[in-house]
């Protein structure tokens, strides 16, 4: 079992810059694939994010490309979201999950991940 912890987030305006943090502990890290996702309100949960081979290789939806990057320290056990540039839409629950065994094609996926962490909120105001 993996135990995640996210924090970092809060209420910020449009055009600011947040940093989101993932904590993990229960077993070795660099071995885990790392995703970042995030729910708005009466949406469903969408994919953000991933990092995988010990942070060797990184993936971006394509609404946050250019403006988030996803980075981790494996000998903290932590992964990063950096989030730069934010507008209203980044508005949501934001996720850290983690998985030992997703194959590269089901890494978009919230079914792909067993390990999830309770959310940190992220609000942009206009």
């Known amino acids: 079992q993996v135990q995640l912890v996210e924090s970092g987030g809060g209420l910020v305006q449009v055009g600011d810059s947040l940093r989101l943090s993932c904590t993990a502990s229960g077993r070795t890290f660099s071995t885990l694939t790392i995703g970042w996702f995030r729910r708005a309100s009466g949406e469903e949960r969408e994919f953000v994010a991933a990092?995988?081979?010990?942070?060797?290789?990184?993936h971006y939806a394509d609404s946050v490309k250019g403006r988030f990057t996803i980075s981790r320290d494996n000998a903290k056990n932590t992964v990063y979201l950096q989030m730069n540039g934010l507008k209203p839409e980044d508005t949501g629950v934001y996720y850290c999950a983690a998985d030992s065994g997703i194959i590269l094609s089901q890494l978009r996926f919230p079914g792909a991940y067993d390990n999830w962490g309770q959310g940190t909120r992220v609000t942009v105001s206009s």
């Open positions: 990092s995988r081979r010990g942070g060797t290789t990184t």
